[in-house]
């Protein structure tokens, strides 16, 4: 069951995350704090927040939200998936859950970005097998030989 997150839901989040091993030290730092924010107060600027529920578990969440400044672009700040039930469906759910959540608010592509390093690799695959295209290559962003790499996909058409 998708459904909307909890703050009672965070640290189990939090862990899931962690126990990846994909996720930075820094990445869980602001994890956290991105999770903090979102459940401070009603996020008034369109970001959302939904975790992947199976026998009472969160086994997988998303966190996205519009961009700023654009007309129907969308960020996916985070998704991921508990180490356990990679593989099996949970990813492709909630994505086809965003998805259909942002074209129902008027959205028009989601972008997503992720790292060039080789243990991303898999999570690079998920996107193109998603029919993500790669848009764009950031040399060097996160740090010297880890370049970002911009996923896009269409999701309305042109008026």
Known sequence: MI???????????????????????????????????YHAD?????HRL???????KVIGFAYYAPAAMTEGTWHLWWIAVSKHTQARGVGSQLLRYVEDDIRRNGGRQ?????????????TRRFYLKHGYEQACVQPDYYADGDSMVIFRKRLAQPA
């Open 3 to 37: 459904r909307q997150t909890i703050p009672a839901d965070s640290p189990s989040i939090v862990q899931l995350a962690r126990e990846t091993g994909v996720f930075k030290p820094l990445e869980i730092v602001a994890l956290q704090e991105v999770l903090d924010d």
């Open 110 to 122: 989601l972008l997503i970005e992720t790292s060039s390093l080789p243990h991303y690799e898999l």
């Open 50 to 56: 939904v975790s992947f529920e199976k026998d009472g």
């Open 42 to 46: 009603e996020p008034s600027d369109g």
